[in-house]
């Protein structure tokens, strides 16, 4: 069976190809070899996946751009030449009946040769009876880095995170070793602020930068609620996703800047990690469209600091080893 390491030697120079069909790819240039051992590894922590066939994702009715499959094949393509070297699957909000067979599917998928899936966040109710079991079951698979569960879902009201059942849910998340990415509106970070002071054992990672909106006329309440978030130290900032706010076609580097300066300088440089959030991202952004404005907003900084942001954080705080 081709090695992990050799299959991403190969996706690098040339992409998804002959790589996910099983045929041989033609070998890379020495233009093409230089060119990828320029690039910064980058490890996506929020990579996304999703056959209908076999899942049923309801939100998606709403979403008609993402009613359809998206695989391995597609991302692979989508991020070709990127140097992506480590993804980290994040739960795609199933009907909760599927979340075991979520998790069962994306171990799977960890567990092969011909793709860059290294772990995975999955789907978890942390407010249920059942939530314990569920997730105790998970302890020893070494898969399995996180739960998650979407906050900003229109059902779920502020402050639900702060459930006495949540906190203790959050809190033994953090025993079993595995962290919790928080997914919720962006006037509601204060919330996660208070749940990072009730689970200071247990690692926060907020998703998309709290969800700016990209083209807001005032962030000032946004701005000094992640001020204050990431005082707390079990938090980090994942710069992903907040893209997918812009209209497709309407959005700058420039637009972009202000939120990801802003939680990149109140998190620090070894807090923040990056995540495209593929396939959401398409409503606004391509893959490489995404990852090239935030490089063009990172270029200031140090080749440590940016390599720490596209890869050394992310093999820590989602512990990919």
């Known amino acids: 069976m081709t090695s992990r390491r050799d299959f991403l030697k190969r996706s690098v120079a040339v992409g998804v190809g002959g790589v996910v069909?099983?045929?041989?790819?033609?070998?890379?240039?020495?233009?093409?070899?230089?060119?990828?051992?320029?690039?910064?590894?980058?490890?996506?922590?929020?990579?996304?996946?999703?056959?209908?066939?076999?899942?049923?994702?309801?939100?998606?009715?709403?979403?008609?751009?993402?009613?359809?499959?998206?695989?391995?094949?597609?991302?692979?393509?989508?991020?070709?030449?990127?140097?992506?070297?480590?993804?980290?699957?994040?739960?795609?909000?199933?009907?909760?009946?599927?979340?075991?067979?979520?998790?069962?599917?994306?171990?799977?998928?960890?567990?092969?040769?011909?793709?860059?899936?290294?772990?995975?966040?999955?789907?978890?109710?942390?407010?249920?009876?059942g939530f314990r079991d569920y997730i105790t079951a998970f302890k020893d698979i070494p898969e399995i880095k996180g739960v998650r569960r979407i906050l900003q879902a229109g059902e779920t009201p502020p402050g639900h995170c702060l459930g006495e059942k949540f906190i203790e849910s959050v809190r033994l998340v953090g025993e079993l070793g595995m962290s919790f990415d928080l997914c919720m509106r962006h006037g509601e970070i204060a919330d996660a602020a208070k749940l990072a002071d009730a689970c200071p054992e247990t690692r926060l990672v907020l998703d998309h930068c709290g969800n700016a909106e990209v083209h807001s006329s005032d962030r000032s309440k946004w701005r000094s609620d992640i001020s204050a978030l990431a005082e707390k130290k079990n938090v980090v900032c994942k710069i992903s996703g907040f893209v997918a706010t812009a209209k497709k076609g309407e959005w700058t580097t420039a637009d972009l800047a202000p939120v990801i300066r802003h939680c990149y300088e109140s998190f620090g440089p070894d807090r923040v990690v990056f995540g495209s959030d593929w396939p959401v991202c398409n409503l606004s952004a391509s893959y490489k469209s995404w990852v090239g404005a935030l490089k063009e907003v990172m270029k200031g900084e140090s080749e440590e600091r940016r390599r720490k942001l596209f890869h050394d954080n992310a093999i820590r705080v989602y512990r990919l080893g």
Not at 49 to 54: E, F, I, N, Q, S
Not at 59 to 69: F, G, H, Q, S, V
Request: glycine share 6%.
């Open 21 to 129: 069909s099983g045929c041989c790819a033609p070998a890379p240039s020495d233009a093409t070899r230089r060119g990828a051992k320029d690039l910064i590894p980058i490890v996506d922590t929020h990579q996304h996946m999703w056959d209908l066939g076999k899942f049923e994702l309801p939100w998606t009715k709403d979403e008609k751009p993402l009613a359809r499959n998206f695989l391995m094949s597609d991302y692979l393509e989508a991020s070709s030449g990127l140097n992506i070297v480590k993804t980290v699957y994040m739960e795609v909000d199933v009907t909760p009946s599927q979340q075991v067979k979520e998790a069962e599917h994306v171990i799977e998928m960890c567990r092969r040769d011909d793709n860059p899936m290294s772990g995975a966040v999955i789907s978890g109710r942390p407010s249920s009876d």
